[in-house]
């Protein structure tokens, strides 16, 4: 009975080593034909956030500081010499077009003046004794004229009647008559001249005489004052270093003037806009490029461009800095793909695109403008292209990935979510 026992124990330790071999050799076997069945979890595709390359409109902004500078400003001189007699304004004034600023005392002018005016008077007067003269030697010469045709005709209609020295007299008195009338006009016409030379000298010296009163050429405020009641001021004509009587500077329009650098100076166009924020006021303002050189300054290889700024409240001051951002570059219709997206080394841009397989593919792309949230493809992809944004290093060419469209903080240009 006992032996019975261990040999029925033995036989089932027997079967149970069988049943443990063959479950070993089925499962090797199933492992071996579907590899594929291993854990759903471990073997997964990653996820991968994707954008569409897409067409926008992208531009390049230059921010750069600005100095704020008059629209006119000038130094008005004397342009004749003389003594400051009254000086009407003072640093800080508001003048008008026109406006009297100061005045000038020039004793010697004056006496010009009245010189210059007493010659055209006088070749007034000779004008009218040419006219006169002209009008006798007229009149002599039409009597003169008449005895010798008399005397021709006598002659003519008897022959002897009268002397040939008679006749020949008569005809010289006659062309000398007419010579007269001839040298009478040409007398009137010099006393002509003359009066245009004395008129002529005469505006000259009433000119030279309106620069005794120094007036505002234009709307603006005075900012300097130069001299005081009694001054003598040279003349700004004859003399470089001559002092002048006060400067006025236009300041309801200012000029926001900036360097850009030379290697976006071409792309300045005139009417792009300018968004201004000025330092000492923090004001926020919007302007549009007014005018630019067109040429690079050699020593610091930037263009000036200006922006026109309306000053209507003066809280703006000639001096001040702003801060400008300026459109140097714009694109419509580029196409563009999210700046997360773009990888560079050196000259060289790549991206990772997820094809129809979902697999990735490096591609070399060919950028253009730069904004801070996309860049421009000029070359290497196309439109609704899927390329992936952030954590690019985490994938590999021809890796499958399962693609999802990244949701932008911003709808067009924020960051890629987290995945």
Known sequence: ??????????????????VCVTAFLVAGRVHADHPGDVSAASQAAPRAAVAMVERTTISNTLSIAGEFLPYQEVELHAKVAGYIRKINVDIGDRVRTGQL??????????????????????????????????????ADYAAVHAAYVRLKQAA?????????????????????????????????????????????NAEHYSALSDY????????GVVTWRYADTGALIQAGTSNETSMPVVKLAQINILRLRMPVP???????????PADIRVQATNEHLSGTVTRFTNSLDRSTRSMQVEVDVPNKGFELSPGMYADVSLRVQNQNNALTVPIQAVSKSGEKSVV???????????????????????????????????????????????????????????????EPERQ
């Open 101 to 138: 600023l100061a005045i000038l005392e020039i004793p010697e002018l004056s006496a010009q003046v009245h010189q210059a005016d007493a010659e055209v008077r006088h070749s007034e007067e000779e004008i009218l004794r040419a006219d006169d003269e002209v009008n006798r030697a007229k």
């Open 1 to 18: 009975m006992h032996i019975r026992k261990k040999y029925a124990l033995s036989l089932l330790l027997c079967v149970a080593v069988l």
């Open 352 to 414: 990772l695109l997820v094809n129809s397989d979902d697999l990735v593919e490096q591609r070399e792309i060919r950028t253009g403008i730069e904004d801070p949230n996309r860049v421009q493809v000029l070359s290497g992809l196309n439109e609704g292209d899927r390329v992936i944004v952030g954590n690019l290093a985490a994938f590999q060419p021809g890796q499958k990935v399962a693609p999802k469209v990244s949701t932008m903080v911003n709808a067009k240009y924020g």
């Open 156 to 200: 003519e209609q008897r022959a002897g009647l009268i002397a040939e020295q008679e006749l020949d007299d008569a005809m010289g008195k006659d062309g000398s008559a007419e010579a007269q009338v001839e040298a009478a006009k040409s007398s009137l016409s010099a006393a002509k001249l003359q009066l245009n030379v004395s008129k002529a």
């Open 212 to 219: 005794s009163r120094i007036t505002a050429p234009f709307d």
């Open 262 to 272: 030379e290697s976006l100076a071409a792309s300045v166009r005139e009417g792009e």
